[in-house]
Structures are given as structure tokens and as C-alpha cells.
């Protein structure tokens, strides 16, 4: 089964949104298999966003996603990335359809709430970086309910 990694920013976290994505991706069928809560540093969240760090709004990115903490999380499931990235919603909250969590919860993009991994290797790489102690494996009794 595909994993990805999926972040709650600053941003959802202080405005209380936590409970609304997890629930959004349990209802879905995905399966949480890593969490934490957690605040990391500059330099982590630097090399989180590496592929981004000619941009100019690469610092002002760095610091907010350093401005408070971040829920981490590892969601499992049939095309976890994909489907993963169609909840969250475009980028830019204007172009998020309604629906989808950026799409309802947000306003501008430099405070667009969550991230996902946009590919199957990114999630492998951030995965293994938010998560160097490994996920947890657990089977689930509602698979046969969600998968045919
Ligand atoms: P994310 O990595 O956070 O899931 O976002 P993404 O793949 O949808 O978009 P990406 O291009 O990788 O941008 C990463 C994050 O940088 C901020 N951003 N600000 N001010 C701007 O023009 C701008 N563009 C991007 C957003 O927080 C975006 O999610």
C-alpha cells in the first residue's frame, strides 16, 4: 500500500484544525500510521523544502513554518499521494475547489494550512525524514469495508 506524508502548519494547528483534517483522511478510508506533534528547527524545515530554496518566498516560508508547531503524519492507502494532494486542494487557496481542505479552511497560500507529498518518492523521502524512527504497521479491520 502507498504511504505519504502529510503535514498540519502552523497555521492549522493554532486555528484548531487538527481534528477536522485527521477526520477528514480516517472518513476517507486512509489509515494513520505515524504521528507527532512536534516544532522543528530551521534547518529541518530547510531541507523539507529543499527544491524550494531559490524562490523568493523561501525565507518567508521558512519562517512560518517554523513560527509554531506541526502535526506530522503518515497516512496509508490505495493512491495515498494522489488522492492525498486532491483532499488538500491546489496550492493556491484561490484555485482550491470548494470541498477540499484548502478549499474551504484558507485564504492566502503562504497560510494554506497543510502539506502533501506531491509524488510517490518525495512521500519516501519526507517520510523518512519527519520519520527516521520508522512508521508503525498495524492491520486494520476495516479494510475488507474499504477495499473489495
Ligand atoms: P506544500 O509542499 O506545502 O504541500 O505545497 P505545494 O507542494 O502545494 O506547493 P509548493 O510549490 O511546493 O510550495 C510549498 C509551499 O510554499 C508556499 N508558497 N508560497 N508566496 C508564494 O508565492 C508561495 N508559493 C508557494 C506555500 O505554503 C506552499 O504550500
Not at 480516517?26 to 489509515?31: A, L, N
Not at 512536534?38 to 525565507?59: C, I, N, Q, V, W
Not at 485564504?107 to 524512527?133: M, Q, T, Y
Request: glycine share 10%; with cysteine.
Amino acid at each position: 500500500m502507498e504511504q505519504t506524508y502529510i503535514m498540519i502548519k502552523p497555521d492549522g494547528v493554532q486555528r484548531g484544525l487538527v481534528g477536522e483534517i485527521i477526520k477528514r483522511f480516517e472518513q476517507k478510508g486512509y489509515k494513520l500510521v505515524a504521528m507527532k506533534l512536534t516544532s522543528p528547527g530551521e534547518e529541518h524545515m530547510k531541507k523539507h523544502y529543499a527544491d524550494l530554496s531559490s524562490k523568493g518566498f523561501f525565507a518567508g516560508l521558512i519562517a512560518y513554518m517554523t513560527s509554531g508547531p506541526v502535526v506530522a503524519m503518515v497516512w496509508e492507502g490505495k493512491n495515498a499521494v494522489a488522492e492525498g494532494r486532491k483532499m488538500l486542494g491546489a496550492t493556491m487557496p484561490s484555485e482550491s475547489a470548494m470541498g477540499t481542505i484548502r478549499g474551504d479552511y484558507c485564504i492566502e497560500v503562504g497560510r494554506n494550512i497543510c502539506h502533501g507529498s506531491d509524488a510517490v518518492e518525495s512521500a519516501k523521502k519526507e517520510i523518512a525524514l519527519w520519520f527516521p524512527e520508522g512508521v508503525t504497521s498495524w492491520s486494520s479491520c476495516e479494510s475488507s469495508w474499504v477495499y473489495e
